[in-house]
């Protein structure tokens, strides 16, 4: 695994924010962007155009937006958690939904945090450099191969 970062969003204004919030949080690490559910799948699987791990590497944090085309990001998620290979991968939902019911679904699916999606461009650096912080800074990564234990 690397440190790659996959942004799963379909609005190009919010994918636009988030490149420049990560960016003026410091953070330089490659960053991938698909645009719905049946891409983000076929990026995490390796399939078709996303074949190449060397152009697409497996991430180690999926910013997942739930209001995706073809796929919702709970349906993403839920295919996430049922991939060995994909265990250990940080999946971030970023999300404009505040609802009850899509915040417990992602948790009993396995998201690592939740995320709402703030109002404003200075909010969203903010939110970006306390992942960096937390995630890039702190958190470590576990990216051996699965030993089985």
């Known amino acids: 695994m690397s440190t790659t970062l996959l942004l799963v969003e379909d609005n190009e204004d919010d994918a636009f924010f988030m490149r420049r919030a990560l960016t003026h949080a410091g953070i330089n690490n490659p960053l991938q962007h698909v645009a719905d559910g049946r891409e983000a799948i076929a990026y995490l699987a390796g399939e078709g ?12 944090v999926v910013f997942l937006d739930l209001n995706l085309p073809y796929k919702t990001g709970l349906q993403v998620l839920e295919w996430i958690r049922q991939q060995p ?7 971030i939902a970023l999300t404009s939904s505040n609802e009850t019911i899509d915040l417990r679904r992602a948790y009993q699916l396995g998201v690592n945090s939740y995320v709402v999606k703030p109002p404003s461009a200075e909010r969203l650096t903010e939110i970006a450099k306390a992942f960096k912080t937390w995630w890039l800074d702190i958190n470590r990564f576990d990216t051996e191969p699965d030993s089985g234990v």
């Open 85 to 91: 290979k994909l265990a250990r991968t940080v999946v």
């Open 49 to 60: 155009c996303y074949a190449d791990r060397a152009m697409y590497p497996l991430p180690a």
